[in-house]
């Protein structure tokens, strides 16, 4: 039994021959690592679920709140910021404390940042499936839970912060670098990103529409992989790695150019997720240069990381928290080598909206966060109990089922993405497309995504075995919630010598300064790509023939972001003649002007939709959504039935269109007083069109607005003469 | 490709100072950091890369 507990004792250290006693919280680590596992377990099955919805669409059990569109996104989120996220904070408050020699900066900070965080994933996790989303890839969550997420990372950077300031090390070591940028530029993204306009408590609308919307959402969307999935776990990497294998990092000249090479370039390259979209062609450029710089600091920092291991091998042999880490480095290398690749416009071209990206995303989800996770959590429980692993043999016995796991999750993914594009794109010899109904390209690879289930399986099971293990560690153990350790305090007025360098002298004891200069470094690249797009006119030509949606569109479309209809359906035609010929004219940036959110799409499982509008006939649509297989034999889309008994919000129509209004929308004067009529009356001559053919719905159905926004897509631009747009 | 990115960004006054001014900003910054990371004192790096080791607190927990 090694209890100690005297907390207080960090505010009145104990002089003794001028050396403090002070304590490490463990507690706080402790909570934050038994977070990572749950939601790491809650996040993966709900990804085990979508997967499987894939080949077995029953499995949404037929009911709105597990529809793959809705549910998605809590995987996403889930996994994301709820089992990465809990794993950053439990490595932070571990590494943080120990790095500066005091205890967290305070308790009741740490404690209000633990709750604080875990309410926000009980609120996604009950708004999500309910369909309350801001339609944004990675930012569905709505304002009043974005407005606590703001404060709550305020907490967490405080916390963080005060414990820098009164740190007993003068140097701030690297991974320390690497936090306090994950901050600033995760608070700068969240916050540009979520500006949105609220309506209701939980409905708001993005206060940037079409193009700029896609590109201050790829900006954050990108940056969210590199400043939450990345930056933070480089600065774990740099802590962990040295500490598993008891070796300092291989290169600390390298971490320094690593990190700020790093920051400066990844801000830059979110365009590269828009190439050949209705986006301004230099920003697209913009994006792929950077992207393409990126890969020196990226590998620079992952051989860092391997080289630390040299002379160690044998031991990587033998300890399977080195095995982890060793797999987990070598995915951030191959996903950090294959992200760039991805980014040249040739690459994209085929690999864009496929499985491809799905399979890159989960290499370095599943390995590198995933595995760097596992590390840390067997390295941490053992030591935080005073105790051995349980059993090396089933961490090894875990590592080879998570491997396994991540092989069987990617290579069918690659199969399939490179399979479907290329049907996509394969023309006949007289030049027609041979797989002209989309559905064909989706039924030949739904063996991969068997496959792929299969893989996420195991990877999930090996998480079960792990937590296994870890259970039987801690039962073995005894719990130290507080460790005692002792260090000088730093002396107050320090002279550094004349011969030290500017680069110590301006960063390395000074934690505000390279907070501001890290916040400068990751502004200039959004600043560059982002107020041009905003201010320069000619970046997004207006096409006349380009109206607002009416009042039915409008509903019909928050019914579309409601569904989440855009995690599998992307609304942008792509110039190419494949994409052409299969869903008409390619899409204009001056087509998305009145888009409150965009809704372009990063994935086709189903076929673009930007043309849909008067494609089909309004019965259709009625049959379709009901189910989709009786209007396509074989689709994978799961039924909408509760489209047919819920009616849309009339009441909330002026609303929406004072909102509209309030965002640059040009609607008349006065419109929103006659909106409510005007929906009802286009979703009457809606339902006298569905009567002509036999079918009796009532206009105040969710169905009518929706089959409203699905005829209008798209169409706007057909009216102008042989599609002469200014572009 | 050149000639497109300028027509677009023309339109801001005096936009042809800003590329300069950055480039140089961080011409100096990126030079500045490769001279000093090749000149620091190597005794001083060392110890510390040796940050992350300092054992202390682990002989601590099992007092």
């Given at each position: 039994m090694t209890e100690i507990t005297e907390p207080q004792m960090e505010m009145k250290p104990k002089q003794d021959l001028g050396v403090d006693t002070f304590y490490y919280d463990n507690s706080i680590v402790r909570m934050f690592l038994i977070a990572t596992t749950i939601f790491g377990i809650i996040g993966m099955t709900v990804g085990l679920l979508v997967a499987c919805q894939f080949f077995w669409p029953e499995l949404n059990f037929g009911i709105q709140y597990t529809t793959f569109g809705r549910i998605r996104p809590l995987h996403t989120n889930a996994v994301i910021f709820a089992f990465v996220g809990n794993g950053i904070f439990s490595g932070v408050y571990y590494s943080l404390q120990r790095l500066c020699k005091a205890r967290m900066f305070s308790d009741l900070l740490s404690k209000i940042h633990f709750w604080g965080w875990q309410s926000i994933i009980l609120a996604a996790a009950i708004t999500l499936p309910l369909g309350f989303t801001s339609g944004k890839e990675y930012a569905e969550l709505e304002w009043p839970i974005d407005i606590a997420i703001a404060l709550i990372w305020v907490v967490f950077g405080i916390n963080m912060i005060g414990t820098i300031l009164k740190r007993r090390e003068r140097h701030l070591y690297v991974a320390i670098w690497f936090y306090i940028a994950t901050f600033v530029t995760v608070a700068l993204l969240h916050i540009v990103n979520s500006m949105?306009?609220?309506?209701?408590?939980?409905?708001?609308?993005?206060?940037?529409?079409?193009?700029?919307?896609?590109?201050?959402?790829?900006?954050?969307?990108?940056?969210?992989?590199?400043?939450?999935?990345?930056?933070?776990?480089?600065?774990?990497?740099?802590?962990?790695?040295?500490?598993?294998?008891?070796?300092?990092?291989?290169?600390?000249?390298?971490?320094?150019?690593?990190f700020w090479a790093l920051i400066f370039i990844y801000i830059w390259a979110g365009p590269h997720h828009l190439l050949y979209n209705a986006l301004p062609d230099w920003a697209q450029s913009l994006g792929v240069v950077f992207s393409i710089m990126l890969i020196a600091p990226s590998w620079g920092g992952m051989l860092n990381g391997l080289l630390t291991l040299r002379g160690a091998w044998d031991r990587v042999r033998e300890d399977p928290v080195l095995k982890f880490m060793v797999v987990a480095v070598t995915c951030y290398g191959m996903a950090t080598f294959e992200g760039p690749m991805l980014s040249l416009k040739n690459f994209n071209a085929v690999a864009h909206f496929t499985d491809w990206i799905v399979a890159h995303v989960h290499v370095g989800g599943l390995g590198w966060n995933g595995f760097m996770t596992f590390a840390m959590l067997y390295y941490l429980i053992p030591q935080m109990y005073g105790t051995k692993l349980y059993s090396k043999k089933l961490a090894n016995a875990h590592f080879w089922i998570g491997t396994m796991g991540i092989i069987?999750?990617?290579?069918?993914?690659?199969?399939?993405?490179?399979?479907?594009?290329?049907?996509?794109?394969?023309?006949?010899?007289?030049?027609?497309?041979?797989?002209?109904?989309?559905?064909?390209?989706?039924?030949?690879?739904?063996?991969?995504?068997?496959?792929?289930?299969?893989?996420?399986?195991?990877?999930?099971?090996?998480?079960?075995?792990?937590?296994?293990?870890?259970?039987?560690?801690?039962?073995?153990?005894?719990?130290?919630?507080?460790?005692?350790?002792?260090?000088?305090?730093?002396?107050?007025?320090?002279?550094?010598?004349?011969?030290?360098?500017?680069?110590?002298?301006?960063?390395?004891?000074?934690?505000?300064?390279?907070?501001?200069?890290?916040?400068?470094?990751?502004?200039?690249?959004?600043?560059?790509?982002?107020?041009?797009?905003?201010?320069?006119?000619?970046?997004?030509?207006?096409?006349?023939?380009?109206?607002?949606?009416?009042?039915?569109?409008?509903?019909?479309?928050?019914?579309?972001?409601?569904?989440?209809?855009?995690?599998?359906?992307?609304?942008?035609?792509?110039?190419?003649?494949?994409?052409?010929?299969?869903?008409?004219?390619?899409?204009?940036?001056?087509?998305?002007?009145?888009?409150?959110?965009?809704?372009?799409?990063?994935?086709?499982?189903?076929?673009?939709?930007?043309?849909?509008?008067?494609?089909?006939?309004?019965?259709?649509?009625?049959?379709?959504?009901?189910?989709?297989?009786?209007?396509?034999?074989?689709?994978?889309?799961?039924?909408?039935?509760?489209?047919?008994?819920?009616?849309?919000?009339?009441?909330?129509?002026?609303?929406?269109?004072?909102?509209?209004?309030?965002?640059?929308?040009?609607?008349?004067?006065?419109?929103?007083?006659?909106?409510?009529?005007?929906?009802?009356?286009?979703?009457?001559?809606?339902?006298?069109?569905?009567?002509?053919?036999?079918?009796?719905?009532?206009?105040?159905?969710?169905?009518?607005?929706?089959?409203?926004?699905?005829?209008?897509?798209?169409?706007?631009?057909?009216?102008?003469?042989?599609?002469?747009?200014?572009? | 490709m050149l000639k497109f990115i300028k027509h677009h960004m023309e339109t801001i006054v005096g936009i042809e100072i800003f590329p300069l001014i950055s480039f140089v900003i961080f011409f100096v910054f990126f030079i500045g950091l490769f001279v000093y990371v090749l000149r620091a004192n190597k005794t001083e790096l060392n110890l510390h890369s040796q940050l992350p080791l300092d054992a202390k607190e682990e002989s601590n927990a099992q007092i």
């Open positions: 949105e306009l609220p309506i209701s408590l939980f409905k708001s609308y993005s206060v940037y529409a079409g193009v700029q919307d896609a590109l201050v959402q790829w900006w954050y969307g990108h940056n969210a992989v590199a400043f939450f999935l990345t930056t933070p776990y480089l600065g774990l990497m740099y802590y962990f790695i040295p500490k598993a294998s008891n070796r300092p990092i291989y290169s600390y000249r390298l971490s320094i150019i690593h069987f999750y990617a290579l069918p993914m690659y199969w399939a993405g490179f399979a479907q594009s290329l049907m996509w794109k394969q023309f006949t010899p007289e030049g027609t497309l041979v797989y002209s109904n989309f559905l064909e390209t989706v039924t030949q690879i739904l063996p991969m995504y068997m496959l792929r289930a299969f893989g996420g399986f195991l990877y999930l099971a090996g998480v079960f075995v792990m937590v296994y293990n870890l259970i039987k560690t801690a039962n073995a153990g005894s719990f130290i919630p507080n460790i005692k350790a002792q260090a000088a305090p730093l002396v107050k007025a320090y002279k550094p010598d004349p011969s030290e360098h500017w680069h110590r002298r301006i960063f390395e004891w000074r934690p505000i300064n390279l907070m501001i200069w890290s916040l400068v470094m990751v502004i200039i690249g959004g600043v560059v790509e982002i107020i041009p797009t905003f201010l320069v006119s000619s970046n997004v030509p207006t096409i006349t023939s380009v109206k607002p949606y009416t009042p039915l569109e409008l509903h019909g479309r928050d019914i579309y972001v409601r569904e989440g209809c855009y995690t599998c359906h992307s609304q942008m035609i792509r110039p190419f003649r494949s994409e052409t010929a299969r869903y008409g004219e390619y899409a204009k940036a001056g087509e998305f002007v009145y888009d409150h959110p965009f809704q372009w799409g990063s994935k086709r499982t189903g076929p673009d939709l930007l043309r849909i509008g008067n494609k089909y006939p309004n019965s259709w649509h009625y049959f379709h959504m009901l189910e989709p297989t009786s209007m396509s034999p074989g689709s994978i889309m799961p039924p909408y039935p509760w489209l047919y008994e819920q009616e849309w919000a009339k009441d909330m129509t002026p609303n929406k269109i004072n909102a509209m209004q309030t965002l640059g929308v040009p609607y008349a004067e006065g419109f929103a007083e006659e909106s409510v009529a005007d929906a009802e009356n286009q979703a009457l001559s809606i339902v006298v069109d569905l009567a002509s053919q036999g079918i009796e719905v009532k206009s105040d159905k969710e169905i009518i607005a929706l089959i409203a926004y699905l005829q209008r897509m798209g169409t706007d631009i057909s009216k102008i003469d042989g599609l002469a747009a200014k572009n | -």
